[in-house]
């Protein structure tokens, strides 16, 4: 039994020496931010926090330093929160919607507009920089969010992502949305994006303890129309698909098998 709790202390041991040796970095960047320069400057720089913490942020980001070239850092945060906003709500903007289609639509070319797509995930960053800044010169959206944002709005690796996830979406759940009605944009709101939704959301959203789904009233609507499907088809739940396909067919309409 002694043997097997000092054997325990090894891994945490190293654990915590390896957590030490990554935040020790860390800890010297906020003992230089709490002291002024010529303290820093100072062989061998002191490890205790010194009286200029608060002075030395509220300068920095009300005037900006010398390697900031005197621009405020306040200015640069809201920057990147406006494009991190920005980009994130362009990409799934654009992504989602074409993800959708080339998933559930039936079109000529279909795979080739998807492998069109795909195919830029081939072309580096260091490729595309002096072509953007071409384009966005030309645009006179030098020093606007819109050059910030606009050319990095389309986004490859989110329409595969979304792709990938809509070819799990089975394909009862698409015929069972033709017989109650809905249209592609209906399916899209009401059954796709709401199956996107990560686990840990869907639980924040709807306990455990409610199981009605997000809709009480479609979820009743879709169990009469279910009954009397089961009544129809007389399979105990199931409803014939070729029946299905007759009635809706493929050209045009959303996939079906």
């Given at each position: 039994m002694v043997t097997a709790r000092r054997s325990a202390w090894v891994p945490h041991a190293v654990l915590i020496a390896g957590l030490m040796l990554v935040l020790f970095p860390i800890y010297v960047a906020f003992v230089a931010s709490s002291h002024a320069l010529p303290d820093i400057l100072e062989a061998p720089m002191t490890l205790v926090p010194g009286p200029r913490l608060?002075?030395?942020?509220?300068?920095?980001?009300?005037?900006?330093?010398?390697?900031?070239?005197?621009?405020?850092?306040t200015a640069m945060l809201l920057n990147s929160l406006v494009m991190a906003l920005v980009i994130a709500a362009g990409k799934i903007a654009i992504s989602l919607p074409s993800a959708y289609a080339v998933v559930f639509f039936r079109f000529p070319l279909r795979r080739v507009c998807f492998w069109a797509i795909f195919v830029t995930l081939m072309l580096p960053v260091e490729v595309r920089i002096i072509p953007t800044y071409k384009i966005?010169?030309?645009?006179?959206?030098?020093?606007?969010?819109?050059?910030?944002?606009?050319?990095?709005?389309?986004?490859?690796?989110?329409?595969?992502?979304?792709?990938?996830?809509?070819?799990?979406?089975?394909?009862?759940?698409?015929?069972?949305?033709?017989?109650?009605?809905?249209?592609?944009?209906?399916?899209?709101?009401?059954?796709?994006?709401?199956?996107?939704?990560?686990?840990?959301?869907?639980?924040?959203?709807?306990?455990?303890?409610?199981?009605?789904?997000?809709?009480?009233?479609?979820?009743?609507?879709?169990?009469?129309?279910?009954?009397?499907?089961?009544?129809?088809?007389?399979?105990?739940?199931?409803?014939?698909?070729?029946?299905?396909?007759?009635?809706?067919?493929?050209?045009?309409?959303?996939?079906?098998?």
């Open positions: 608060a002075a030395n942020f509220a300068e920095a980001l009300s005037a900006g330093t010398a390697k900031t070239s005197g621009q405020p850092v966005v010169a030309d645009l006179s959206l030098i020093d606007t969010y819109g050059g910030l944002t606009l050319p990095l709005v389309a986004s490859a690796t989110a329409t595969l992502l979304f792709r990938q996830f809509f070819l799990t979406i089975p394909d009862e759940l698409v015929e069972a949305a033709k017989i109650d009605g809905a249209g592609p944009w209906r399916f899209l709101f009401d059954t796709v994006i709401p199956l996107s939704r990560t686990d840990d959301d869907d639980r924040h959203r709807h306990p455990p303890d409610d199981r009605q789904w997000r809709h009480p009233d479609r979820m009743a609507h879709r169990d009469g129309n279910r009954a009397a499907g089961d009544h129809a088809a007389g399979r105990g739940g199931r409803v014939d698909a070729a029946l299905v396909r007759a009635r809706f067919g493929r050209s045009g309409e959303i996939r079906g098998q």
